[in-house]
């Protein structure tokens, strides 16, 4: 007799868990402990216990050793809950594993892509000609239609302080205020039409294309495929509270107006 899901004493499903990536650029505690005071700002509750990857892919080769329990504790006293180690070299992989993280070395997002692109291509199938007399070239043959995209997350109601809202494989458009505290995080572009502060990550699957667009910036913290900027002394003032976009713009973000230039005049 088969037992029902709910009869079991484990249940297993497919789910989507943001992590926040933390690049290293140096192995050194006190040097990584001094620039996570810098950017938090002292906050005690500025990463909330959120997951962590531990990326060392640009670390330079000659580092030799990582004190990796020294590292996960330090993450843990910023609340970032170290879950994986992203880059790792062989030698390294015997230290991550006996802590309990994981190895992240990209292929399963790979593998996953493939897949998805032989679904794609299965749908379309081309039957082989028979071998025959030659005849008159076939009419051509109509394209295929592009795969439809995924439709935009839509979100009408505010998105209160502790609140997150996530559009997977998306872009997230949010027509009310999203207040502080909050935070919104889209695989695609982020549109805010109403007051936003909080948090707002676009391509958080590593879409660099991404964009964040608001009528009202006043945000807490912005990141676009991971690069991130906080406003710790405020948002830029003269872009503060109108429509402006932020994109990526090789390794920073940058702001700017999207307001003509004949109504600021």
Known sequence: MSKTPSSLPIEIKISTVVAISAILHSA??????AALKQMTGGTSDFFEDEFAVIDVGALRPETAYIDWRALVDLLKKYRLNAVAVRGATPAMAGAVKALGLALD??????ERAREDVA??????TLAPAPVAAPAPAPAAQPQPAAAAALPALIVDTPVR?????????????VTAAVNNGAEIIADGSIHVYAPMHGRALAGASGNAESRIFGLSLQPELVSIAGVYRTFDDGFPAELARQPAQIRLVGDRLDISSLTPVSNRM
């Open 28 to 33: 050194d505690p006190i040097a990584i402990d």
């Open 105 to 110: 070395d990209g292929a399963a997002g790979a």
């Open 119 to 124: 679904a794609a291509t299965a749908a379309v």
């Open 161 to 173: 302080a502790g609140q997150r809202v996530y559009a997977r494989g998306c872009d997230l458009i």
